[in-house]
């Protein structure tokens, strides 16, 4: 409660900046996504994970950290998505998602901002711009609270799996911070909980209204998430998370919170370890068991979530920029600019990479260093935000924004 309790202040803030926007109508008749929203913090080199084996000078830049050419008879070799762009080994878990539709690459993708600090760019992104320093809420936080939920009266409306709330959810209603979905809520003996429980409620509805209501939504809550099994849940399809790593366990969870349908539209998950200058290991080692687990994780979750009748979703990885073109002296990759994001979902128009491909030679490179942004990542949030989520209030998220629609999504 503490942790939800020290947003409330800004969340309380943020209902200044709303405008006036109607209402979008409730989607929940017309499958309304959940939106799964997968952060891989540290800037992820993206032509790793999609690898742009029809480019010369990928190859001639990166003579140690390129991943072969699907043709080249290299064991390591990528895998051919469409002839120019491939995916690693690491990452193969995903084929089967990629050819069946629910898996689409958006390359030379990302902010047109040109900061290569970490603390700037996961801002910029997650507030939605870079150019207005005074706005406090998350771009995600603003569709939450300029969109009817789908569930009428929902206690839980989004959620950040982190000890403190996700910038980019920050001045959502009904949205909490909560670390372990299966574990949150008041620890201690069980014998006194509900006393506990009915004291601190007693105690928050005298306090302000912002924390009354904070300290309202995290009770009721507690009490939400304490009727759904999450250490009993049991995938479907044949489906199989390693819940040993994070991203594992994160997936699983969240696929049991969906299937329990008590109105969550958003999930945030915060992946970390991506910041590679040193000993990269694309083909063993650090990056290629940190994208393995990410694949083998999405790969369960899809086969997880497709199998059956299930409520719809649409994810979303990311990361704050890419990687430098040319390798370093210490085996890895400097910070850059252009990257490659995912979509996967059950309503992507998959199977392709999207791009306006700007080419590696030094005379096409941002800065002469790093691959060019030509896919605003604002782009195929707007989509997904208007078509999946059922909000076409695109202006009053992204303001002063004006999206080009990429076909991502159906």
């Known amino acids: 409660m503490k942790t939800a309790g020290a947003t409330a202040a800004a969340i309380a803030a943020s209902n200044a900046w709303l405008p006036r926007v109607s209402m979008a109508k409730d989607y ?22 999609c690898v742009p084996h029809g480019d010369n000078e990928y190859y001639v830049k990166r003579p140690v950290l390129a991943i072969p050419r699907p043709n080249s008879g290299d064991p ?3 895998l051919n998505l469409d002839g120019f762009f491939g995916m690693p080994p690491a990452m193969a878990p995903l084929m089967p998602a990629y050819q069946n539709g629910r898996l689409v690459y958006v390359h ?9 600090s970490h603390f700037d760019g996961q801002r910029y992104m997650e507030v939605g711009t870079p150019s207005n320093p005074d706005l406090i809420t998350g771009w995600l936080g603003r569709h939450l609270a300029t969109v009817s939920p789908m569930v009428a009266d929902s206690k839980l409306r989004a959620v950040g799996m982190s000890t ?10 009904s949205t909490l911070p909560i670390p372990n979905l299966d574990t949150f809520g008041l620890q201690g003996a069980a014998g006194t909980r509900v006393a506990r429980t ?5 105690l928050y509805t005298s306090g302000p209204q912002t924390l009354q209501t904070t300290a309202t939504t995290t009770l009721d809550t507690i009490t939400l998430l304490d009727q759904i099994d999450f250490n009993g849940y049991q995938p479907a399809g044949g489906a199989v998370y390693n819940t040993a790593v994070d991203v594992g366990y994160a997936l699983k969870t969240s696929a049991a919170l969906i299937k329990s349908e008590v109105g969550v539209e958003a999930i945030c998950i915060d992946l970390h370890n991506w910041d590679t200058h040193t000993s990269q290991g694309v083909h063993v080692g650090t990056m290629f068991t940190i994208m393995n687990r990410l694949a083998a994780a999405m790969a369960a979750f899809e086969r997880d979530m497709s199998t059956g009748t299930n409520p719809t979703y649409t994810m979303v990885v990311i990361s704050e920029f890419g990687r430098r073109l040319a390798e370093n002296g210490s085996l890895g990759t400097d910070h850059g600019h252009g990257n490659a994001m995912m979509v996967m979902g059950s309503n992507v128009n998959g199977s392709r990479v999207i791009r306006q491909w700007p080419g590696l030679a030094q005379e096409n490179l941002f800065q002469g260093a790093d691959l060019q942004v030509t896919i605003d990542y604002r782009d195929i949030l707007s989509e997904i935000i208007d078509r999946r989520l059922g909000n076409p209030n695109v202006s009053s998220i992204f303001p002063g924004f004006a999206p080009t629609y990429r076909g991502v999504v159906l």
């Open 108 to 116: 030379a993708c990302g902010s047109r901002d040109d900061t290569r």
């Open 164 to 173: 403190g709330l996700p910038l980019v959810l920050v001045g959502g209603p």
């Open 76 to 78: 390591r070799a990528c």
């Open 28 to 49: 929940r008749s017309t499958q309304r996504d959940v939106l799964i929203w997968v952060y891989l913090r540290g800037a992820s080199d993206g032509m790793t994970i």
């Open 198 to 202: 009915t004291a601190l409620r007693d």
